[in-house]
C-alpha cells in the first residue's frame, strides 16, 4: 500500500522528480530575482531631472537611472551627473563635449560644435535659437550658435545642455576660472537609461566614437534587468508545477474511474 501511494505522489505532482526540479527552479529563480534587484541597487541611482535643458534627450520630470562611476571613467558623449559649487548646489545633468586637452569650438562652417577641429554631428541637441539676438547676461543660458572657443584644461570637462538655447552650462561660465568647465572629481554618475515615464536605454553619440579615448561602454543594466526577469519567470514557472501537475493528476483519474 505505501509503495502505491508512493507512485501515486510522484504522478500527481505531491513528489518525485518534478517537485525537485520545480524548487530549484524556485531556489534559483530567487536568487537571480533578488541578486539583480541588489545588484542593481549598489550600481545604480535614480535621479528626477527638474528642467528642460536636456531635451529632447531628457524632459523635465524624467526618472533616469544612472550608474556610479569615478570622473576618471568619463568620456565624450556621457550624461553625467555632477555638482560643482560654482555652477549649483544640487546636482546637474549635462553632456561632456569635451576632455582634458580639448579645444571645443563654436562654430563650424555649418554652425556646428567642433571637437579639436572635428565637426560634430549631434542629432540628439535642439539648436533652435531664440527669436532674439540680445547677449544673454551673467548666469543665464546662451543662445544657440553664440559663438566661443575653450581648451578644457587637463582634469576637467566642458558640459552643455542638449537644449543649447536654455541650458545654463559651460558657457554661462567662460569668463570663471577654467572657462567654464568643470574638474572630473565633480561627477558622481553616468545616466544609463530612462525609467519613467518613458523606459529606454541612453545611447552612446557615435559621432565621438573616431576621437582619442572613443566612447565609454553601457553598464550592467540590460543584464541586471535580465537577472530579474529571468528569475521572476522561474519563480513563477517552478511554484506553479506542483498545482498544475495535481490538477492534471485529478484528471487522469477521473478518466480512468470513467472507463472502469
Given at each position: 500500500?505505501?509503495g502505491t501511494?508512493a507512485?501515486r505522489r510522484?504522478?500527481?505532482?505531491?513528489?518525485g522528480?518534478?517537485?525537485?526540479?520545480s524548487?530549484?527552479a524556485?531556489?534559483?529563480?530567487?536568487?537571480?530575482?533578488?541578486?539583480?534587484?541588489?545588484?542593481?541597487?549598489?550600481?545604480?541611482q535614480?535621479?528626477?531631472?527638474p528642467?528642460?535643458?536636456?531635451?529632447p534627450?531628457?524632459?523635465?520630470?524624467?526618472r533616469?537611472?544612472?550608474?556610479?562611476?569615478?570622473g576618471g571613467?568619463?568620456?565624450?558623449?556621457?550624461?553625467v551627473?555632477f555638482t560643482?559649487?560654482?555652477?549649483?548646489?544640487?546636482?546637474?545633468?549635462?553632456?561632456v563635449?569635451?576632455?582634458?586637452?580639448?579645444t571645443?569650438?563654436?562654430?563650424?562652417?555649418?554652425?556646428?560644435?567642433?571637437?579639436?577641429?572635428?565637426?560634430l554631428?549631434?542629432?540628439?541637441a535642439?539648436?533652435?535659437?531664440?527669436?532674439?539676438?540680445?547677449?544673454?547676461?551673467?548666469?543665464?543660458?546662451?543662445p544657440?550658435?553664440?559663438?566661443?572657443?575653450?581648451?578644457?584644461?587637463e582634469g576637467?570637462?566642458?558640459?552643455?545642455?542638449?537644449?543649447?538655447?536654455?541650458?545654463?552650462?559651460?558657457?554661462?561660465h567662460l569668463?570663471?576660472?577654467g572657462?567654464?568647465t568643470?574638474p572630473?572629481?565633480?561627477?558622481?554618475?553616468r545616466?544609463d537609461?530612462?525609467?519613467?515615464?518613458?523606459?529606454?536605454?541612453?545611447?552612446?553619440?557615435?559621432?565621438?566614437?573616431?576621437?582619442?579615448?572613443?566612447?565609454?561602454?553601457p553598464?550592467?543594466?540590460?543584464?541586471?534587468?535580465?537577472?530579474?526577469?529571468?528569475?521572476?519567470?522561474?519563480?513563477?514557472?517552478?511554484a506553479?508545477?506542483?498545482p498544475?501537475?495535481?490538477a492534471?493528476?485529478?484528471?487522469?483519474?477521473?478518466?480512468?474511474?470513467g472507463v472502469?
Open positions: 500500500m505505501g501511494e507512485i510522484g504522478k500527481d505532482g505531491r513528489g522528480l518534478g517537485n525537485v526540479l524548487g530549484i524556485v531556489a534559483v529563480g530567487f536568487a537571480l530575482f533578488l541578486g539583480g534587484f541588489v545588484w542593481g541597487a549598489l550600481v545604480y535614480p535621479y528626477t531631472v528642467t528642460d535643458s536636456m531635451m534627450t531628457v524632459r523635465p520630470g524624467d533616469v537611472l544612472a550608474q556610479r562611476i569615478d571613467e568619463v568620456r565624450r558623449g556621457d550624461v551627473v560643482d559649487s560654482m555652477w549649483s548646489d544640487a546636482p546637474m545633468v549635462k553632456r563635449v569635451g576632455i582634458g586637452g580639448d571645443v569650438k563654436c562654430c563650424g562652417a555649418a554652425g556646428e560644435l567642433t571637437v579639436n577641429g572635428t565637426p554631428d549631434e542629432p540628439y535642439d539648436d533652435t535659437k531664440p527669436d532674439t539676438g540680445l547677449t544673454m547676461p551673467p548666469g543665464q543660458a546662451a544657440a550658435g553664440t559663438p566661443f572657443e575653450v581648451t578644457v584644461p576637467n570637462l566642458f558640459l552643455l545642455g542638449d537644449r543649447r538655447s536654455s541650458s545654463l552650462d559651460s558657457r554661462a569668463q570663471e576660472a572657462q567654464g568643470v572630473r572629481s565633480a561627477v558622481s554618475a545616466v537609461a530612462l525609467a519613467w515615464p518613458s523606459v529606454k536605454m541612453l545611447e552612446r553619440p557615435g559621432t565621438y566614437a573616431a576621437l582619442p579615448g572613443g566612447i565609454s561602454r553598464g550592467p543594466l540590460r543584464l541586471q534587468v535580465t537577472a530579474v526577469a529571468a528569475g521572476a519567470a522561474l519563480v513563477l514557472l517552478g506553479a508545477y506542483g498544475l501537475a495535481r492534471l493528476g485529478r484528471g487522469r483519474r477521473r478518466e480512468r474511474s472502469s
